[in-house]
């Protein structure tokens, strides 16, 4: 099962995290290929004020193109998108962004479930996703509906983040595809190219 | 949540029915915020079948009042965007006073939280008493909301930031009363509102306006949509009037953008 998984090519790449997720995201970036073969997203949880600081962050330590996802964009492959503070991103089936600014989902906008889990729908078994350190169980449901669809789901260790309660809520409640401790996290990426 | 208790055909299948029986046309929103409404409301009301739902959808007019109400954002706040509300106070709102009655136009206004903070800001700049707001949505139950001008008191700690971000002059609690776990907003701010259900998909212009504020609305709408709206808005707006819109929304792809200036890094557009 596994195998087959494997060899599926990557269509999408979303990693969800909270708090303490910041240290693995800063550890990831500067490690990943330059020739990633599809797009990357972005859900992260912070302040509604903090619009830019985290795109800012990113920018200056990947050579990848970082922006925050415009509503209507294309998402293309190489690109990183970040959702944008106080907004929730859904995934058309054209793959392109829409914004939304509904009610907070387990108290969060954006929320990575519903970012999760409209992505299962779109990419299918080309998906993957990777749920990171937080303190709220966020991402939970959206894995389930990666697995529905046929989807990848990595999680991190909780022994290696910051604050274990997310993923670990996600380890006891979906299975995942693989658990990864943060220092493998980029080359599990860049394998993905292959 | 259940992400795929309805699938796309199920979708496309409700929204004819709504079009045909009600007259509301969401076919043009949005497909993925759409979608994850209906299935949000399909799995808040527990329906078991995809068939109970839609004949309850397309049969029991009470029940297509709260399918109206829920389907549609009603997610809204006062001040939201303080820099935007200090630029308005600041570039737009002083060159409108030099006009001798204004006009403004708030699109898709659910609750009236954003007509309320306009009203303050013209009260504050002493320009309330030749205004009028016109403040429409879709939605009944919405307006009637709006039209009490009362908001749950446990937000108000935070309009109250946002208010004194944008710039706002007073103790903002001047502008209220509050009422048990409600807050009553002056009666002062609305007697110069005038509340109206007006859909964006199917209805016309309506008036001239020297503003029109419609933020966080077309963000729901898909683009050929967009441009059909933009294209109402210019219809109704007066030549040096301003449009504003959502954070993350943008005139940017309608082919008439050129005939609008940005007014400094907000999301306000003046037209030439």
């Given at each position: 099962m596994a195998e087959t998984v494997d060899s599926m090519p990557c269509g999408a790449l979303i990693i969800g995290g909270s708090a303490g997720s910041l240290d693995v995201l800063l550890e990831i970036f500067p490690a990943l290929r330059n020739d990633i073969g599809f797009p990357i997203v972005l859900v992260v949880h912070r302040k509604a004020s903090n619009e830019s600081l985290l795109t800012d962050l990113l920018k200056s330590r990947t050579t990848l193109v970082v922006s925050e996802a415009e509503e209507k964009e294309f998402l293309k492959p190489g690109n990183v998108f970040i959702v944008p503070a106080d907004y929730h991103m859904l995934i058309e089936e054209d793959e392109s962004i829409s914004l939304d600014y509904s009610e907070k989902v387990n108290y969060s906008r954006p929320s990575i479930d519903v970012t999760f889990q409209s992505a299962a729908e779109v990419f299918r078994e080309k998906l993957v996703c990777i749920l990171l350190s937080g303190s709220n169980a966020d991402g939970v449901e959206g894995l389930k509906s990666v697995n529905n669809f046929g989807g990848r789901v990595v999680i991190q260790n909780p022994n290696t983040a910051i604050m274990p309660y997310m993923p670990q809520q996600a380890v006891l409640n979906v299975k995942p595809h693989v658990v990864l401790d943060s220092h493998h996290m980029a080359d599990y990426i860049n394998k993905l190219n292959d | 949540m259940i992400s795929d208790a309805i699938d796309n055909e199920q979708v496309e299948i409700l929204l004819n029915d709504v079009l045909e029986t009600h007259g509301y046309d969401f076919l043009e929103y949005s497909h993925a915020s759409i979608k994850r409404r209906i299935i949000r409301l399909y799995g808040l009301d527990n329906f078991v079948s995809f068939a109970e739902f839609r004949y309850t959808v397309k049969t029991d007019k009470q029940y297509f009042k709260r399918f109206l109400e829920e389907i549609t954002v009603n997610v809204t706040e006062m001040f939201r965007?303080?820099?935007?509300?200090?630029?308005?106070?600041?570039?737009?709102?002083?060159?409108?006073?030099?006009?001798?009655?204004?006009?403004?136009?708030?699109?898709?206004?659910?609750?009236?939280?954003?007509?309320?903070?306009?009203?303050?800001?013209?009260?504050?700049?002493?320009?309330?008493?030749?205004?009028?707001?016109?403040?429409?949505?879709?939605?009944?139950?919405?307006?009637?909301?709006?039209?009490?001008?009362?908001?749950?008191?446990?937000?108000?700690?935070?309009?109250?930031?946002?208010?004194?971000?944008?710039?706002?002059?007073?103790?903002?609690?001047?502008?209220?009363?509050?009422?048990?776990?409600?807050?009553?907003?002056?009666?002062?701010?609305?007697?110069?509102?005038?509340?109206?259900?007006?859909?964006?998909?199917?209805?016309?212009?309506?008036?001239?306006?020297?503003?029109?504020?419609?933020?966080?609305?077309?963000?729901?709408?898909?683009?050929?949509?967009?441009?059909?709206?933009?294209?109402?808005?210019?219809?109704?707006?007066?030549?040096?009037?301003?449009?504003?819109?959502?954070?993350?929304?943008?005139?940017?792809?309608?082919?008439?953008?050129?005939?609008?200036?940005?007014?400094?890094?907000?999301?306000?557009?003046?037209?030439?």
């Open positions: - | 965007d303080p820099s935007f509300y200090k630029s308005l106070r600041n570039d737009v709102l002083p060159v409108l006073g030099t006009y001798p009655f204004i006009r403004i136009w708030v699109a898709g206004c659910s609750t009236g939280e954003e007509a309320y903070s306009l009203a303050i800001v013209l009260k504050e700049l002493n320009l309330l008493n030749k205004s009028l707001i016109y403040a429409t949505d879709i939605n009944p139950s919405v307006l009637d909301k709006a039209k009490k001008g009362m908001f749950p008191l446990n937000y108000l700690k935070q309009y109250s930031e946002n208010y004194l971000q944008s710039g706002g002059l007073k103790d903002f609690s001047t502008y209220y009363t509050a009422n048990y776990s409600l807050a009553k907003f002056d009666e002062s701010l609305n007697s110069k509102m005038i509340f109206s259900t007006h859909n964006l998909v199917s209805d016309h212009s309506f008036n001239e306006f020297q503003l029109i504020l419609c933020r966080n609305v077309l963000i729901y709408f898909d683009k050929d949509l967009q441009h059909k709206v933009f294209n109402l808005f210019d219809g109704s707006i007066e030549k040096l009037g301003y449009l504003a819109l959502g954070s993350k929304e943008s005139l940017e792809f309608w082919p008439k953008a050129k005939e609008y200036k940005r007014v400094k890094m907000e999301k306000i557009w003046r037209k030439l």
